[in-house]
């Protein structure tokens, strides 16, 4: 890891923006720990909760919007849960990870699949209205450079009908490009 320096690297900018992005008040952590003892994903993590927490207090965007821990998070809200504080920590890697994404950058590690999955995910629902099981995971695996990951799953789904190789379109395909669109211009205003 690399060495921060303390004194010229606080972003109070940055820090006031996931504040307000999130909907809390990350300068309340006071570092107990309990989000990092509770959270089932930390061991998979190259920064602990509380230690993203941390680092968004003093305000080292560039260094935690590169960690792999934001796009790792499961969301489980157990951090939350277990806050004293009362403060959404998943809200705000959730909001981390929005920020990285709409800066462009790069997940590394383990956070590139879960980056690559979501746009996806996300783009089967703009194409198709719907989640089509079958295209996303073969434009995962063939995207992670892995065809053949879970080939055999794959096949036993097709056979008992569960993962269909077509996909119906629903009606009201329009809505939902709508709701893409207002989600690409509410970004372009943050």
């Known amino acids: ?26 300068e309340n952590c006071y570092q107990c720990g ?15 909760p509380h230690q993203v927490m941390r680092m968004v207090q003093m305000g080292l965007k560039e260094e935690v919007l590169r960690c792999q821990s934001i796009w790792l998070c499961a969301s489980c809200v157990t951090c939350t849960v277990r806050c004293p504080r009362n403060i959404d920590v998943a809200m705000v890697m959730d909001t981390l990870r929005i920020m990285a994404r709409r800066k462009g ?48 799953t794959g096949l036993t789904m097709l056979r008992r009908g569960k993962l269909k190789l077509s996909v119906t379109k629903p009606r009201g395909l329009e809505e939902i490009n709508r709701i893409f669109e207002k989600v690409r211009q509410a970004e372009k205003e943050v």
């Open 105 to 152: 950058m790069v997940p590394p590690g383990r956070g590139r699949n879960v980056a690559l999955f979501n746009n996806n995910f996300l783009g089967s629902i703009q194409k198709y209205g719907r989640l089509f099981e079958f295209a996303t995971m073969a434009m995962f695996n063939l995207k992670t450079g892995q065809p053949f990951r879970e080939a055999s």
């Open 34 to 48: 309990k989000c990092t003892a509770g959270c089932p994903v930390a061991f998979a993590y190259d920064l602990m």
């Open 1 to 26: 890891m690399e060495i921060i320096r303390l004194n010229e690297s606080e972003d109070r900018d940055f820090i006031e923006r996931v504040s307000r992005e999130s909907g809390q008040a990350v």
